[in-house]
């Protein structure tokens, strides 16, 4: 009997956009699911309250109204009010073209070793077709864990064994994400990096991850809402935004590997982001954030792991 499937869809500000994400998995085909939406939204506008409407009227969705926002907390409390073997994780502002894209992700769990599944990313501009490319897997697990995390591509052709995941298009038994306590909710505002974070703590349990190309979506990368930091609307506090990248670093940085993780985790997504090279009066805020991250990382680093699953 295939294990039952619960979808997981934060959303923020993307209205129109997520209502597009629910239509296409409430038309998908195969195993027994349901979707738990965890809007943050305070209110929704008018012109998408009969859309909305009749997704919310569908038995198969249960629909959480969480303030404040925070992304992590959210997935966290969506899991919690769950119910599947399989959690299936996917953004809000995706499509998925593809009827048995969920059949694709469970298809996988047959095989008792595997604890996640990360599914292919496309972009508006590719078709979306999802080629596998013939032979045999490969495997990235004879490399460094923090190797197959950041330099492991999400548009590959070849199914592969890797530790790597994402919140965008990704799965995971729920006993497994039970078995570490879940997300760590220490990662707040705009965060980036506690998919990493639970890719790295599930692995080291020595459980393992696939990368199914098939099981492909389209990731639209909405310009606003979300995490979006090109959206003016969001808050953008460069302290939360360093202390994330920071929290990441002092948890899981490795002799031999603190460079890579410095440079592409930290520095790359703080005073190294486009926005503030572009606009470089930013530095010195982005800067004075970076060392005040750090320094909030270390205490909750120190404070130890956060989560409601966790006593």
């Given at each position: 009997?295939?294990?039952?499937?619960?979808?997981?869809?934060?959303?923020?500000?993307?209205?129109?956009?997520?209502?597009?994400?629910?239509?296409?998995?409430?038309?998908?085909?195969?195993?027994?699911?349901?979707?738990?939406?965890?809007?943050?939204?305070?209110?929704?506008?008018?012109?998408?309250?009969?859309?909305?409407?009749?997704?919310?009227?569908?038995?198969?969705?249960?629909?959480?109204?969480?303030?404040?926002?925070?992304?992590?907390?959210?997935?966290?409390?969506?899991?919690?009010?769950?119910?599947?073997?399989?959690?299936?994780?996917?953004?809000?502002?995706?499509?998925?073209?593809?009827t048995r894209f969920l059949e694709k992700h469970v298809a996988h769990?047959?095989?008792?070793?595997?604890?996640?599944?990360?599914?292919?990313?496309?972009?508006?501009?590719?078709?979306?077709?999802?080629?596998?490319?013939?032979?045999?897997?490969?495997?990235?697990?004879?490399?460094?864990?923090?190797?197959?995390?950041?330099e492991f591509h999400r548009d590959s052709d070849h199914v592969t064994?890797?530790?790597?995941?994402?919140?965008?298009?990704?799965?995971?038994?729920?006993?497994?994400?039970?078995?570490?306590?879940?997300?760590?909710?220490?990662?707040?505002?705009?965060?980036?990096?506690?998919?990493?974070?639970?890719?790295?703590?599930?692995?080291?349990?020595?459980?393992?991850?696939?990368?199914?190309?098939?099981?492909?979506?389209?990731?639209?990368?909405?310009?606003?809402?979300?995490?979006?930091?090109?959206?003016?609307?969001?808050?953008?506090?460069?302290?939360?935004?360093?202390?994330?990248?920071?929290?990441?670093?002092?948890?899981?940085?490795?002799?031999?590997?603190?460079?890579?993780?410095?440079?592409?985790?930290?520095?790359?997504?703080?005073?190294?982001?486009?926005?503030?090279?572009?606009?470089?009066?930013?530095?010195?805020?982005?800067?004075?954030?970076?060392?005040?991250?750090?320094?909030?990382?270390?205490?909750?680093?120190?404070?130890?792991?956060?989560?409601?699953?966790?006593?």
């Open positions: 009997m295939a294990p039952t499937v619960s979808v997981i869809v934060p959303t923020f500000r993307r209205f129109g956009h997520v209502l597009n994400t629910l239509s296409d998995l409430l038309r998908q085909e195969g195993p027994a699911f349901d979707v738990v939406v965890a809007d943050q939204n305070l209110e929704w506008p008018a012109e998408f309250a009969e859309r909305l409407a009749a997704i919310q009227a569908d038995p198969r969705v249960k629909w959480l109204r969480l303030q404040p926002p925070g992304v992590v907390a959210a997935r966290n409390e969506a899991v919690r009010q769950s119910a599947g073997e399989i959690l299936v994780f996917v953004d809000d502002d995706v499509l998925i073209r593809d769990y047959a095989n008792p070793d595997v604890a996640g599944v990360i599914g292919r990313e496309r972009t508006p501009d590719s078709d979306g077709s999802g080629h596998v490319a013939p032979g045999p897997p490969h495997d990235w697990t004879d490399r460094h864990v923090l190797e197959q995390i950041f064994k890797v530790c790597t995941f994402s919140t965008c298009n990704g799965s995971v038994r729920r006993s497994a994400f039970l078995a570490v306590g879940g997300f760590d909710e220490n990662f707040t505002g705009n965060s980036y990096g506690d998919d990493h974070d639970l890719a790295v703590r599930i692995y080291e349990k020595g459980l393992r991850f696939i990368y199914d190309p098939a099981t492909v979506l389209v990731h639209l990368n909405a310009p606003a809402g979300g995490l979006r930091l090109t959206d003016p609307a969001n808050a953008f506090d460069h302290t939360a935004r360093a202390m994330c990248q920071w929290l990441f670093y002092h948890r899981h940085a490795r002799p031999g590997y603190r460079w890579m993780v410095l440079y592409r985790h930290v520095l790359r997504k703080t005073v190294f982001l486009k926005a503030n090279l572009v606009k470089p009066w930013r530095q010195f805020a982005a800067w004075a954030g970076l060392i005040r991250g750090y320094v909030e990382a270390k205490r909750r680093v120190a404070h130890g792991f956060v989560s409601r699953f966790v006593k």
